[in-house]
């Protein structure tokens, strides 16, 4: 939880510092940093505990991370291709939860400027869901995960953070079980309001 907090203090002020450097222009930055705050917000601030057979009463969730890097094509500025990680430790009434996964994927943007632009995004990969505990045994599901996402970025330059931005979106998420495990497929429609990006 203390890195969780390190990462987001970590985040602004590297917005806050890149504000005095006054680098570059609003349309000529090439990496994101993309930071989910819903998601960390979720896992530090959690009251709801499980308790499983054998084990002691636990957060229900104790770590979820969410964090995307994207690179903005040179000949095509509009375009941005990237990866993302996401890390999930929960616990429910089957047991203790520890899902991990990476994905590739593209964002088309309606303008050169970036950190002012609306945008579509597609991003495919692979999603491993563990669950271990005396309730449950130990299982591991191998999942093809498929994200489609629209959102709009605001720039925070107006507060004097040239290089920070506020990037909620809507996402339409896929899941499908690759090895006839647990999960067979799910879909859920996802609302990332507390959503950063610091453009560089």
Do not use: C
């Amino acid at each position: 939880m203390k890195t969780i907090i390190a990462l987001g203090t970590a985040l602004l002020l590297m917005g806050s510092a890149f504000a005095q450097d006054g680098m570059g222009s609003g349309a000529g930055y090439k990496h994101m940093f993309e930071f989910n705050a819903d998601s960390v917000l979720r896992g530090i601030f959690s009251f709801d505990k499980s308790k499983t057979p054998g084990n002691d009463a636990d957060n229900d969730t104790q770590l979820d991370l969410r964090l995307n890097y994207a690179y903005a094509l040179p000949e095509m500025p509009r375009i941005q291709l990237g990866g993302r990680v996401n890390y999930l430790k929960d616990t429910n009434t089957a047991g203790d939860i520890e899902n991990y996964g990476f994905q590739v994927g593209g964002i088309w943007n309606n303008t050169a400027d970036l950190q002012n632009s609306m945008y579509a995004s597609l991003y495919l990969g692979m999603l491993w869901n563990r669950v271990y505990g005396s309730a449950a045994g130990n299982t591991m599901d191998e999942v093809l995960q498929s994200t489609l996402a629209v959102g709009k970025r605001f720039s925070m330059d107006r507060w004097g953070i040239k290089h920070l931005t506020y990037t909620p979106e809507i996402a339409l998420q896929n899941q499908n079980s690759t090895n006839g495990g647990n999960l067979e497929y799910s879909q859920s429609i996802q609302f990332r309001f507390l959503q950063f990006a610091v453009f560089f």
